[in-house]
């Protein structure tokens, strides 16, 4: 077997090993953020179960942590006080970004590791299956339920080689990305080895890790060997090291060939991650703003490197600089070897060991600016500015064109000096900031806030849709585009008023329209392209539809964390038979849809009746039978109840 198949067989409770077909798993750690995780808590809330029964879990603050008002500061003490009393880890806010700290404190080899954060597979750095799902198959999994998913497809990526100087483990995945695109990968999981694997250290390999998530694959997976036990070691948690390998005669989808000594310095280019350019054809080109940290590229290498280049420089005059370390160890060890004054002498600005600016909490360039960053998406107006153009490098890439005002490539560079970093023999340890759950939380009061609405509950579904184009939208529409990130996030708990912003920057009139028809009864019906709901695990992307009435998508493709989300809250996620016919149906046409509960209890297969014109346009939905329980139910708290 490969190592994702010795994972999936080792924790399967339900269903068996065959490709395509569904499986339960079980969860051995969860992971939640707060942006999602407060709806994940209140989602376990009501399921009314009395514990959490997974054998780790652990409550992150990292994504808002500097908006203005009581919103977010009122979620971090409901989430402190859930964590108290149902048996979570609680991460302080400062503590630093999740996926950083996983993979720091946490994370083990050969574990099974669900988040509510798309960037999860960062675990699989250290030989985890690591998952992004929604916030309600998290809370599942938090009350010990199994996390449900299709035996997948797995590719290898076979590593050969040695990276040279200038080189780094973010060229190595924005290299996946242009073999593999955005799209076209849902049901795979992509499984690194080869000879070239030992040249990479953990925090390398989850770089590449994070970034697989960009492919649309459920996860990518490294082996467990001496490198992990090292690294492991290094963080005093020797103990939870175990090997995880595959087997000589394992057998893969199809294998991926790649040299490390080949490849050269590459940035993703706007406004998508797989949108890919060599550095080289992109020098001299001029730069305004240079950020570097995100869960991608924030590690105690990543910075020290970055450090040492930026000793005894400074930043050019025309460029805002800034960056944020992942986690506090990073930022304590800097600071105790003197690299913290390296990087304010040259004029860095120093952010929060938090997401912010991948997220557009803060940090966005200025109108029309061209921004380096060593995050892992550039979505159009993801950074805060619908103007600005986003390019994703490496942290060695991005410090050289802060320096400089300008992309430059080093490797042309014969007079610039690599400098070489080395693992610590042992990180500093100082967990004070985590706050561990007391041995009982009986008598813990839970702390809500004005801003913490209820949990919204789908209607069971009927025997028709009688509805509405409500919007059209293109191909590759992410769940940014649908849910508004950055200074909207501090509503995530509160529904109701989140869902005001749905679709706000491409159709800013949609929630008002949307709201309209669910109060006259016309089902809202989603119209897109390929690769719909791509990014973000953000299950509001599916909640905040649902609740002004939303049915359905129907759509050429829809991504796999999407289309569970859109299952788990009652909207029908259909595909076009031809993807043609996407072409015959425009906004604000009557759409039609019969026979639906028999459509979904047997094959999935429905006609839509479009306008005036009547012609009809043939649609399906492939779900399994547990889906078509929740489906037929209106979600999945229904089927929970």
Not at 40 to 65: C, G, P, R, W
Not at 207 to 226: K, Q
Request: glycine share 10%; net charge negative.
């Amino acid at each position: 077997m490969n190592i994702v198949e010795k994972i999936l067989s080792e924790h399967l409770v339900e269903g068996e090993m065959k490709v395509g077909k569904e499986i339960g798993i079980k969860i051995d750690q969860v992971l939640t953020q707060d942006a999602t995780g407060t709806m994940a808590y209140l989602q376990f809330e009501a399921m009314k179960v009395k514990k959490i029964k997974a054998e780790l879990a652990v409550s992150y603050i990292d994504h808002n942590t500097i908006q203005v008002g009581p919103e977010n500061a009122d979620d971090h003490a409901y989430l402190k006080s859930m964590a108290a009393k149902y048996g979570a880890v609680f991460s302080r806010p400062g503590n630093g970004i999740c996926h950083q700290l996983h993979l720091e404190r946490f994370g083990a080899p050969g574990k099974t590791l669900l988040g509510s954060d798309s960037h999860t597979p960062t675990g699989g750095g250290l030989g985890m299956i690591a998952i992004g799902a929604g916030g309600i198959d998290v809370a599942v999994a938090l009350g010990g339920g199994p996390f449900f998913l299709a035996v997948p497809k797995v590719i290898k990526i076979e590593l050969k080689g040695k990276l040279k100087q200038w080189v780094t483990a973010k060229d190595v995945i924005l290299a996946v990305l242009e073999k593999l695109s955005t799209k076209g990968n849902v049901g795979c999981v992509l499984e690194y080895g080869g000879s070239g694997v030992q040249s990479l250290e953990v925090p390398e390999r989850a770089t590449i890790t994070n970034m697989g998530a960009e492919c649309g694959v459920t996860t990518s997976v490294f082996p467990s060997d001496e490198v992990t036990k090292t690294f492991l070691e290094a963080q005093d948690r020797g103990d939870v090291w175990t090997e995880v390998k595959a087997d000589e005669d394992a057998e893969y989808e199809k294998i991926i060939e790649i040299n490390l000594a080949d490849l050269n310095p590459l940035a993703a280019t706007p406004h998508s991650p797989g949108n890919i350019s060599s550095v080289a054809s992109l020098a001299g080109k001029k730069i305004d703003q240079v950020i570097i940290g995100s869960c991608t590229n924030s590690s105690y290498r990543d910075l020290k490197t970055v450090a040492k280049i930026l000793a005894d420089t400074k930043v050019n005059s025309e460029v805002d600089f800034g960056i944020a370390p992942g986690s506090r160890q990073v930022m304590a060890m800097l600071a105790k070897e003197g690299l913290l004054t390296n990087l304010i002498n040259a004029g860095a600005r120093i952010y929060e060991s938090a997401c912010g600016f991948c997220i557009g909490n803060h940090a966005s360039p200025k109108s029309d600016g061209i921004s380096l960053r060593t995050s892992n998406r550039n979505f159009e107006g993801r950074s805060g500015t619908g103007s600005a153009q986003i390019y994703l490098v490496s942290p060695e890439i991005a410090v050289l064109a802060a320096i400089n005002g300008r992309i430059v490539d080093p490797t042309l560079m014969d007079e610039l000096k690599y400098p070489k970093v080395n693992q610590p023999k042992a990180f500093d340890i100082d967990d004070s900031m985590f706050i561990f759950p007391p041995k009982s939380g009986s008598d813990v009061d839970i702390v809500r806030g004005p801003n913490i609405g209820e949990v919204p509950v789908n209607e069971g579904l009927p025997e028709k849709f009688d509805g509405e184009a409500v919007i059209k939208v293109g191909d590759q529409i992410t769940t940014d585009h649908i849910m508004p990130a950055g200074q909207r996030l501090k509503y995530r708990s509160n529904v109701a008023k989140y869902s005001e912003f749905v679709f706000e920057n491409t159709d800013p009139e949609f929630a008002k329209r949307a709201a309209a028809n669910r109060d006259k009864g016309v089902h809202n019906i989603i119209v897109a392209g390929d690769s719909y709901g791509q990014g973000s695990s953000r299950e509001h992307a599916a909640l905040c539809p649902m609740y002004l009435g939303v049915k359905a998508v129907i759509a050429k493709s829809i991504e796999r964390i999407h289309c569970a989300n859109l299952i788990n809250f009652g909207i029908i996620p259909f595909v076009f038979v031809k993807g043609a016919d996407s072409e015959k149906i425009n906004a604000g046409d009557k759409l039609v849809i019969e026979g639906l509960r028999d459509a979904i209890s047997g094959n999935g297969k429905v006609v839509v009746k479009c306008g005036e014109s009547g012609q009809e346009l043939a649609l399906k939905v492939v779900v399994t039978e547990r889906q078509k329980d929740i489906l037929l139910k209106g979600g999945l708290l229904n089927t929970i109840k």
